[in-house]
């Protein structure tokens, strides 16, 4: 029975001490090997109660050699090596007992550990993606903004030259104005210089009728 607590203790000093430190591929391993383990939760627990309930029998043991001593005075030979295995055991048992609470709890929060550590990574993921988008829209940004103030010089040159165009198109209408009323002046001119022709013409007309007249 020592040989085998024995030995049950090394081994959970052993797994405390892979679950401590980590050893290559050595957690991990011991991480999945107690996760099959707490599968078989009504196993275990029927383990820690076997190991409790000897080691409340030796408890008893141990209590009731040493009342045996205090009637007698003294403790014989078979009474005192009686006493020494079941304190032994005892011990060896509440040790086993501990380390395998101690195993499940460093169990528990490594696994929480590691789901916190994956989601972790996940965010920081997320979050490396969101500064990546963040960075692509800030520039999809400055390059709209550049091409808005290119756009906006365009649209001011076009303006200049709208008015410019409408200016020369304005004073050029001025011209066509200032021709035509010059030509509208013009043909008066002629029209009346045509019509004092006429008139010449037949004043002129009357005259040689009149001098026809007085030679006749």
Not at 132 to 154: N, V
Not at 183 to 196: G, H, I, P, S
Request: hydrophobic fraction near 45%; glycine fraction near 4%.
């Amino acid at each position: 029975m020592i040989q085998l607590l024995f030995m049950v203790l090394c081994l959970e000093g052993m797994v405390a001490f892979l679950l401590m430190v980590k050893i290559g591929p050595l957690r991990e391993l011991v991480m999945k090997c107690l996760d099959q383990v707490k599968m078989r939760k009504g196993t275990v627990l029927t383990i820690a109660g076997t190991i409790s309930a000897i080691l409340f029998s030796n408890f008893i043991s141990i209590i009731k050699i040493q009342n045996k001593g205090a009637k007698i005075g003294t403790m014989t030979p078979m009474d005192q090596v009686l006493w020494r295995t079941n304190l032994l055991e005892a011990t060896l048992m509440g040790f086993s007992l501990f380390l395998g609470f101690l195993i499940d709890r460093m169990h528990h929060y490594l696994r929480k550990l590691i789901v916190l550590r994956s989601s972790a990574g996940s965010s920081k993921k997320e979050f490396e993606r969101l500064e990546k988008e963040k960075l692509q829209l800030k520039e999809k940004a400055d390059k709209a903004a550049e091409e808005i103030k290119l756009s906006q010089k365009q649209l001011s040159s076009l303006t200049e030259t709208l008015k410019k165009v409408k200016l020369e198109s304005e004073e050029k209408d001025k011209r066509v104005e200032t021709a035509e009323a010059h030509v509208a002046a013009l043909q008066k001119q002629a029209a009346d210089l045509l019509l004092e022709y006429d008139r010449l013409l037949e004043d002129n007309q009357n005259l040689q009728n009149q001098a026809h007249g007085y030679r006749s």
